[in-house]
């Protein structure tokens, strides 16, 4: 078998952990960087008392599957269709809001998180997981193309020999390079800075239960966090000091693709600035800071995704 040829099939559950059937006609994933765990297990030691040394054997107590990747961050080239990765964001704990014929948005939710059934075909093996929930993370680096990076946590179910299937992708759209003619409205606590680099974590805790009377991928918390890198202003153009040590809170947004309907902005309402350090860019003066991604009062709105 060849370790290059995979096919990944993921559809949102009607029914938490029952098998939505996801085919390769309508629910295949373009991916990349993609690696799975087909059995990640929890152990326990027995912790023996024996009259000579050396393990014991563990007992398997939850047996999950574990698959991480990128997908690139382009919309859907159609105003008010979902991009083919809103699906993957509903699982990470975000709602999917198409308004009208314009736009299709994803902000977070607390409660009522839906779950992706996946396939993942390595060639002649597949690996079934059920009940998805995941993480993702959100990348923007110049002169590189910007992605969604997730992380999914599902309940185990069959592996069996079958032929990879034929994919269809149409729905993927090829992206476009970070870099200034592609990627525009950035400001950072209202200043138009020169960026960097600029990663989002949305960093949700998921946990495996397995109980008496069932058995689940639960989300149960969130506390998103990021990273980013400008080049240094002048204090009087912004003192991103004095508002690092006050714990400030602004907002930051950024728009990437130039081209309607494939645009992907991303809007963060109320960010703290942590720890703020010089670095040097080809011997530039730059600045990498931490993010604190803060909800306001109301809730659920600390990040807003919207394909445009």
Not at 89 to 118: M, Q, W
Request: with cysteine.
């Amino acid at each position: 078998m060849n370790y290059r040829r995979k096919v990944i099939l993921s559809k949102i559950e009607s029914v938490y952990g029952t098998d939505s059937v996801p085919v390769a006609a309508t629910d295949a994933l373009l991916v990349r960087n993609c690696s799975i765990r087909p059995v990640a297990t929890e152990l326990v030691d027995r912790e023996l008392v024996k009259a000579y040394l050396g393990h014991d054997e563990q007992i398997p107590v939850t047996a999950g599957v574990a698959i991480d990747f990128e997908v690139e961050m382009v919309g859907s080239g159609v105003d008010g269709v979902a991009p083919a990765w809103g699906k993957l964001h509903r699982a990470c704990g975000f709602a999917e809001t198409i308004n009208g014929l314009v736009d299709v948005s994803y902000s977070p939710i607390s409660s009522g998180f839906e779950s992706l059934s996946k396939y993942y075909h390595q060639d002649g093996l597949l690996h079934k997981a059920l009940g998805n929930r995941g993480s993702l993370r959100m990348r923007m680096t110049p002169r590189q193309i910007p992605v969604f990076a997730f992380s999914f946590m599902g309940l185990k179910s069959t592996d069996t020999d079958i032929a990879l299937p034929a994919p269809t992708l149409t729905a993927w759209k090829s992206p476009v390079a970070v870099n200034n003619a592609n990627t525009s409205a950035f400001t950072l606590h209202g200043f138009a800075g020169k960026l960097y680099d600029f990663d989002i974590d949305l960093a949700a805790q998921l946990v495996h239960r397995n109980l008496v009377g069932g058995e689940d991928i639960s989300l149960t918390d969130r506390a998103p966090v990021g990273n980013i890198e400008i080049e240094v202003p002048t204090i009087a153009a912004k003192d991103f000091f004095t508002i690092a040590k006050n714990g400030t809170l602004g907002a930051l947004t950024i728009t990437h693709g130039i081209v309607a309907e494939f645009k992907v902005k991303i809007d963060l309402p109320a960010v703290q600035l942590i720890n703020p350090e010089y670095t040097d860019r080809d011997g530039t003066l730059a600045m990498k800071m931490g993010l604190r991604l803060v909800p306001t009062a109301a809730g659920n709105d600390e990040i807003k995704i919207t394909a445009l």
